[in-house]
Nanobody, 119 residues
Framework: QVQLQESGPGLVKPSQTLSLTCTVSGDSITANYYYWSWIRQPPGKGLEWMGTIEYSGSTYYSPSLKSRTSISRDTCKNHIILQLSSVTPEDRAVYYC???????????WGKGTLVTVSS
């Protein structure tokens, strides 16, 4: 059973860097042909894909967030890490990590974590 769990601070100050960790259990983040993504949902709005790190370590980012987003991994701890810099109150959202395989929809999601940006 694959499980994803997001963790990190629930409150970040404007202009700071938001850092979240997705802990994956039941599967290796380096297993072939799986893609691990960060997706967020601002209150009252739809889902927004932020970026993906694939099994090989290659990364892909949303053009609108690329300048502020970094996704990395810790293969020893089986973690997927998100960093979003220069946050503003508009970055307030529930942040999810999710897994999909090649050509498939996302099949496993974390429960999400709410991050608020406020001084």
């Amino acid at each position: 059973q694959v499980q994803l769990q997001e963790s990190g601070p629930g409150l970040v100050k404007p202009s700071q860097t938001l850092s979240l960790t997705c802990t994956v259990s039941g599967d290796s983040i380096t297993a072939n042909y799986y893609y691990w993504s960060w997706i967020r949902q601002p209150p009252g709005k739809g889902l927004e894909w932020m970026g993906t790190i694939e099994y090989s370590g290659s990364t892909y980012y949303s053009p609108s967030l690329k300048s502020r987003t970094s996704i990395s991994r810790d293969t020893c701890k089986n973690h997927i890490i998100l960093q979003l810099s220069s946050v503003t109150p508009e970055d307030r959202a529930v942040y999810y990590c999710a897994r999909r395989s090649v050509g498939m929809l996302y099949d496993y999601w974390g429960k999400g974590t709410l991050v608020t940006v406020s001084s």
